[in-house]
């Protein structure tokens, strides 16, 4: 027991520095650059502010688009910015925030992707091995240091996900099987929302994984296998408050137009083999890409060497049922491979939904979480200590050397800092279109607000209103306006507020009006007006769409607590 528990501590331990090193950069600076860090910020922000003012979940994002706002949580991975909110006010920095997100999302995936390997493979050093090439993967640095995407983020939970499920299907009593597949159900429901294109990729592996778990688990029973398959519906009902108004609803936005041609931004072999880090971007072609794409020296090697030891193990004539992990991870990680190189474009163009990700190197993640479980397995299998030590201790020191030149973040330009210091204004900044900052302009908008924009305007020409701001959110606001309607030219007035269905609660001196869309802006009938002083309030909510997910949401979580309640004080489940 003494020597299990020392190991157990040194594993920690381990497992800690590794990440940590891998983490340091993160700390370097006050205020590091990365593509997207300027954009997160200052979603961030708003989100802090919106969830102040009452805004729960998040949709509307007020303070973006020179204040005319978008509804950025409505579509955009909203997990990331809840937990920013939620470590806010520890840390009282919106990008020391982001920072601990970053961290614990490398610390909590390498952790339970140990845990969850050891449960599966009950060999602690295969876990450990495993863990560590998924921390130190090239396209992890790519994330955390190049894109700054929170893709990280589900790459953390996913690991979580499993080991739930994995301790599910290992549960020897009622209060540990249910309370794991709760665990999963909830972990789930976070992955769901944490980022829209991972989740999209990583659910069906989820469900793959289940399904072999219940063909190698033939002695569960039927109560069993439904609350595994509810738990793994209820990622989605859990999560269903931000994935179908996320789909449903981007009719209304500039979203379903695709910005890059997918087919311009394949990396070749040789790319994914090697190619020269940097904190550029991904070209169109190849010439002028400043950004990597490679895949990992140590990830490749574990390809190879597995390739070597399936041939080994087919010629023997082994079951593959003694090897079925290794043999399912081994063509995921081909298949996710042949999707990210140009020679999966006729694939790409079958599978229409696979153009919506734009950049097929977004796949290298996958990639790396299936290598990584593949190593592990394979490890696990490995008998000849002769093979088993030189092979974990190689490819482990390959990842470590391999991402070396990878683990330090870009410093912000000092002519920059005051603007990443003042996030009212980097609010303001960081959102132009129709540059690729933004999608989620509505679908009839010509362009964004900018500084220049009135807070009111005549519908038909244009002119500026005497108006005068009287209080302003992210998610509420008033406006003083002073008219004349007999030299009003049109019928419509123009207000500053980027146009969404159904969302805004407008109210013109005491009373409800109807909104409509005016190019892209929220406008009302001068009908609605009193000549001289008009008051108008207007306040953010959902739309009857939203709220029925938003019920939905409710009813699985409730589900689960009345089973909670119901059957954990009473041991009722057999």
Same mark, same amino acid.
């Given at each position: ?23 340091k ?21 708003d ?35 809840y937990?920013?909110? !939620? ?9 020391? !925030? ?30 450990? !091995? ?10 992890? @640095? ?47 429901? @976070? ?5 829209n ?6 659910? %069906? &592996?989820?469900?793959?994984y ?12 039927v109560?069993? #296998?439904?609350l ?7 990622a ?8 179908? %108004? ?8 500039k *979203?379903?137009i695709? #910005? ?8 070749? *072999? ?14 169109i072609g ?14 490749? !090697?574990?390809?190879? =060497? ?24 081994? $063509? ?9 190189l140009?020679?999966?474009? %006729?694939?790409?163009?079958? $599978? ?21 479980? *593949? ?15 030189? &092979?974990?201790?190689?490819?482990? *020191? ?14 912000v ?19 132009? $279109? ?7 302009l ?11 924009? %009135?807070?009111?305007?005549?519908g ?32 419509q ?6 146009? @969404? ?6 109210? #013109? ?7 409509e ?8 009938k ?13 306040? &953010? ?21 009345f089973i909670? $309640?119901?059957? =954990?004080?009473?041991?009722? #489940?057999?």
């Open positions: 027991m003494i020597k299990k528990n020392f190991w157990q501590i040194i594993i920690g331990i381990g497992i800690f520095l590794s990440v940590f090193w891998a983490g950069g993160l700390f370097k600076y006050s205020f590091y650059q990365t593509h997207d860090i300027a954009r997160h910020l200052a979603r961030s922000y989100a802090i502010i919106s969830i102040k003012e009452g805004q729960f979940p998040l949709r509307w994002s007020g303070l973006l688009n020179y204040n005319c706002g978008t509804p950025t949580f409505t579509f955009y991975f909203p997990g990331f910015y937990l920013v909110a !939620a470590i806010y006010p520890f840390v009282k920095s919106v990008m020391s !925030a982001i920072k601990v997100v970053s961290f614990l999302s490398l610390l909590v995936g390498t952790l339970f992707f140990f845990l969850w390997m050891k449960e599966e493979t009950k060999d602690k050093w295969a876990a450990l !091995a495993g863990s560590l090439l998924y921390l130190y993967a090239p396209y992890t @640095f790519l994330l955390i240091y190049v894109r700054g995407s929170p893709e990280y983020l589900s790459f953390g939970v996913l690991p979580v996900v499993l080991y739930f499920y994995a301790k599910a299907f290992s549960a020897k009593g009622d209060l540990s099987f249910l309370t794991s597949c709760f665990l999963a159900a909830v972990t789930g429901g @976070f992955l769901a929302i944490s980022h294109i991972v989740s999209l990729f990583i659910m %069906p &592996v989820i469900l793959l289940l399904l072999i778990k219940f063909w190698q688990s033939r002695g569960l029973k109560h069993q #296998i439904m595994i398959c509810f738990s793994f519906i209820s989605f009902g859990l999560g269903a408050f931000f994935i179908f %108004p996320a789909f449903l609803e981007q009719k209304f936005t *979203l379903a695709p #910005i890059f041609n997918y087919q311009h931004h394949f990396p070749t *072999l040789a790319q994914v083999i090697y190619s020269k880090w940097g904190f550029g971007d991904s070209a190849i010439v002028d890409d400043a950004m990597s794409f490679q895949l990992g020296f140590a990830q490749w !090697a574990v390809l190879l =060497l597995v390739a070597i030891w399936l041939i080994f193990n087919l010629v023997k004539k082994v079951p593959i049922s003694k090897y079925i992990w290794v043999v399912v991870f081994w $063509v995921l990680s081909l298949f996710f491979l042949y999707l990210v140009p020679i999966s474009i %006729p694939f790409w163009q079958k $599978v229409r939904f696979l153009q919506t990700i734009q950049f097929s190197w977004r796949l290298l993640g996958i990639c790396v979480f299936t290598l990584s479980a *593949l190593f592990s397995f394979w490890l696990s299998k490995v008998k000849s200590k002769f093979v088993y030590w030189p &092979v974990l201790i190689g490819v482990v *020191l390959l990842a470590f050397l391999g991402n070396r030149n990878h683990l330090l973040s870009q410093p330009l000092e002519s920059e800092l005051s603007l990443y210091r003042d996030l009212d204004n980097l609010c303001l900044n960081c959102q132009k $279109v129709p540059a690729f900052a933004e999608t989620t509505p679908s009839t908008a010509s362009q964004s607000c900018f500084f220049t924009t %009135p807070l009111v305007e005549s038909e020409s244009r002119d500026k209103l005497l108006a005068q701001e009287i209080t302003r959110g992210s998610t509420f606001g008033s406006i003083k306006l002073d008219i004349n309607k007999d030299k009003l030219i049109g019928n007035i123009i207000l500053n507020l980027s146009y @969404f269905p159904e969302i805004f609660h407008i109210k #013109i001196n005491e009373k409800d009006v109807p909104y869309d005016c190019s892209g802006r929220v406008c009302v001068t009908s609605d007006l009193d000549n001289g002083i008009n008051n108008i309030l207007w306040k &953010v909510g959902e739309t009857e769409l939203e709220r029925f997910f938003d019920l939905v949401s409710l009813s699985f979580l409730g589900t689960w607590v909670l $309640v119901y059957f =954990l004080p009473k041991h009722k #489940i057999k």
